[in-house]
């Protein structure tokens, strides 16, 4: 089974600065895909950023991106420019490539971000 | 209005009640899940059903039972609710092959205490 890690409880950034949400996962599999969810105040889940593992390239979304390190099995978010908004709990979460599995998500336990003014 | 609806948003029952969680859609995506969310633990799956006659366990599903009554309904019951299930509970969609792109679409969530 898969599982997917996040070292981080809580972070905190000054608006406009950087941070970086770490996240490590464990699976035999060779194609998958890797997500960032963002769910705020409101619990809405919101989807920030889709990796597809056979992609080399690292998956970039505005102000949002990844550093895909597929031999270390690593898939932090890096965010930009951090903006109020920003503040909210974020989840990395591991989909099978294996069609017959669905689109079954396994999630890590979540980095609190708090942006402050 | 939104386009994975669940109710109730919130709800607080005493242990031993029987609980029902109702998810609708209008993605008209055949493929639903049910998933809670605990403090530190992410969010895991419950069951998740792929069409109206293809029901699955997930990784949690002792204490719970679901039924899908159409391709867009999909509900999660507690027979017996008791205070380790008090927990946000989200149900999601997502596509089928063809313009799957892996992600899910989410309810706003229904929060249960059990007392």
């Known amino acids: 089974a898969q599982t997917v890690t996040q070292s981080q409880p809580e972070m905190s950034v000054q608006e406009a600065e950087t941070v970086t949400l770490s996240c490590t996962y464990d699976t035999s599999e060779n194609n998958y895909y890797l997500f960032w969810y963002k769910q705020p105040p409101s619990r809405q889940m919101i989807l920030v950023i889709r990796?597809?593992?056979?992609?080399?390239q690292n998956a970039t979304e505005n102000r949002f991106s990844v550093n895909f390190q597929k031999a270390a099995k690593s898939f932090s978010l890096k965010i930009s420019d951090s903006q109020l908004g920003d503040t909210a709990m974020y989840f990395c979460?591991?989909?099978?490539?294996?069609?017959?599995?669905?689109?079954?998500?396994?999630f890590g336990g979540g980095t609190r971000v708090l942006v402050k003014p | 209005d939104a386009d994975v609806t669940q109710t109730p948003r919130n709800r607080i029952t005493k242990t031993g009640k029987r609980i029902m969680l109702e998810c609708s859609q209008t993605?008209?995506?055949?493929?639903m899940y049910w998933y809670r969310q605990d403090p530190g633990l992410g969010l895991r799956l419950i069951y998740y059903?792929?069409?109206?006659?293809?029901?699955n366990k997930g990784e949690i599903s002792d204490g719970y039972s679901v039924s899908r009554q159409a391709q867009a309904k999909f509900s999660l019951s507690l027979e017996s609710a008791i205070p380790n299930q008090t927990a946000l509970y989200f149900c999601?969609?997502?596509?089928?092959?063809?313009?799957?792109?892996?992600?899910?679409?989410f309810g706003e969530g229904s929060r249960l205490t059990v007392l």
């Open positions: 059903s792929f069409d109206v006659k293809d029901i």
């Open positions: 999601a969609t997502s596509e089928t092959s063809g313009r799957n792109t892996g992600e899910l679409f």
């Open positions: 990796q597809e593992a056979y992609k080399q």
């Open positions: 993605k008209g995506h055949d493929r």
């Open positions: 979460a591991f989909m099978s490539g294996i069609k017959a599995a669905g689109n079954k998500l396994t």
